[in-house]
């Protein structure tokens, strides 16, 4: 059934993606093997696996001594223990002795804990008596204040699955385990076609009844944004012959292509032709229950995405967000993106207490996930030194200095990434 101006009747939002997406697989871009230097936003092609250990040896995450924890078991201020010090561990250097019981050496955070050690006390909780002699004023537990080896990342565990787009912290964590190349896909190119009689060039002075191309400036900013590289093919008069050239073209040369103007039902408006006569199955709708962004048409040529989208510059925005960035983001081969990260900051409800040590902000990473239909923020806690926590996180709770943690259940802000 049509409506009054002939044109099918309108779909929802979400039948029209419903209809381009059973089109999946798309034309994918190519994969490419780069430099971890050139990886970032790109997304992976295959399961990134560790060749190594992170780290590779115990290590130290603060300034202090490395101890055997049972030497201080009981310790107070009142009733330190004592332990002899007997060597220093330089940085980047393995050690080359033992420690015994009853024996600590000084060691810097990163440093390598010598065989005999399992733990470190902090410089605040000791004071030397004298050269050979300390006094260790708060006990530790076996493995506090050390990353054991393997505890970053595994030799032969999943760092990052197919489909992952590369973060800054995910780079790190791919030099941290000796990664310099990694396998990606290519960012699709998107074609962008902007058509109209009236439309010229931006920075050409416009006569009465024209206006400036702003439409391929805002897309070519949104496409990069998205993941994807905009190919810009011109400004192009509302012709049969012109645009369908040029739309043949743009199949043939990219992954996707968008051609702004022409999507309403006037006299000269051939978008909805040209689709249907370059390839099949042509287009599959043509207006939409949105507003603005009503006459949006959306088509698959030769399993090529074609969009259609109005002129109004606002209404491209709506729509790219709408249809063309899901698209962006099957074509790059990033998995579906969680429903919730959107905004720059949203509220969740803590999942497990927090506690925080009082006069400090702390950072805490997180995960956003839906538990019982709520969306929660689950606590990845682990060692400063450890990146890949930061990988597996969405976003960060902060504690302010005041608080001196966060009860279950609380509903905190969470700073996404």
């Not at 391929?216 to 949104?222: D, E, K, M, Q, R």
């Not at 996930?369 to 606590?379: F, K, Q, R, T, W």
């Amino acid at each position: 059934m049509k409506d009054m101006l002939g044109r099918e009747e309108l779909i929802t939002v979400e039948k029209a993606l419903y209809l381009l997406f059973q089109y999946v697989p798309f034309k994918m871009p190519a994969v490419k093997k780069v430099s971890i230097e050139k990886a970032y936003n790109l997304v992976t092609s295959q399961d990134i696996i560790s060749p190594e250990n992170l780290p590779a040896f115990n290590r130290s995450t603060v300034d202090g001594f490395a101890v055997n924890a049972a030497d201080t078991f009981g310790a107070t201020e009142s009733m330190p223990a004592y332990l002899n010090i007997v060597n220093e561990i330089l940085m980047g250097e393995e050690p080359n002795f033992a420690l015994k019981r009853g024996e600590v050496a000084k060691i810097s955070t990163g440093g390598m804990l010598p065989s005999g050690a399992d733990s470190v006390v902090m410089f605040e909780y000791t004071q030397y008596i004298d050269e050979k002699t300390l006094e260790v004023l708060k006990p530790v537990s076996p493995g506090e204040n050390v990353i054991q080896a393997g505890e970053d990342a595994k030799k032969g565990e999943v760092i990052f699955k197919t489909g992952h787009r590369l973060r800054p912290q995910d780079i790190g964590a791919l030099a941290g385990i000796g990664l310099k190349e990694v396998e990606v896909y290519e960012k699709p190119i998107v074609s962008i076609i902007s058509t109209g009689d009236e439309i010229v060039p931006a920075g050409m002075p416009v006569k009465p009844g024209q206006v400036r191309d702003i439409n391929t400036y805002t897309l070519s900013c949104l496409i990069e944004e998205s993941g994807g590289i905009p190919l810009r093919k011109g400004i192009f008069k509302d012709n049969y012959e012109l645009i369908y050239q040029v739309l043949k073209e743009s199949i043939e040369e990219s992954s996707m292509v968008i051609i702004s103007g022409g999507s309403s039902v006037g006299a000269k408006d051939v978008t909805e032709k040209v689709i249907n006569d370059i390839g099949t199955p042509g287009v599959l709708f043509h207006g939409v229950t949105l507003k603005p962004g009503k006459p949006t048409i959306g088509g698959i040529i030769d399993n090529v995405p074609v969009l259609g989208l109005p002129g109004h510059p606002g209404a491209v925005i709506i729509c790219f967000n709408i249809f063309v960035k899901p698209l962006i983001l099957e074509l790059s081969g990033t998995v579906k993106e969680k429903t919730f990260v959107r905004n720059r900051i949203i509220k969740a409800k803590i999942n497990r207490n927090i506690s925080s040590s009082p006069g400090r902000e702390e950072h805490i990473a997180v995960k956003l996930e839906e538990i019982n239909g709520e969306l929660c923020a689950v606590p990845l806690l682990a060692k400063s030194g450890i990146i890949t926590t930061l990988t597996q996180a969405d976003g960060i709770v902060i504690i302010p200095v005041f608080k001196t943690g966060i009860i279950k259940d609380e509903i905190v802000e969470v700073r996404l990434f």
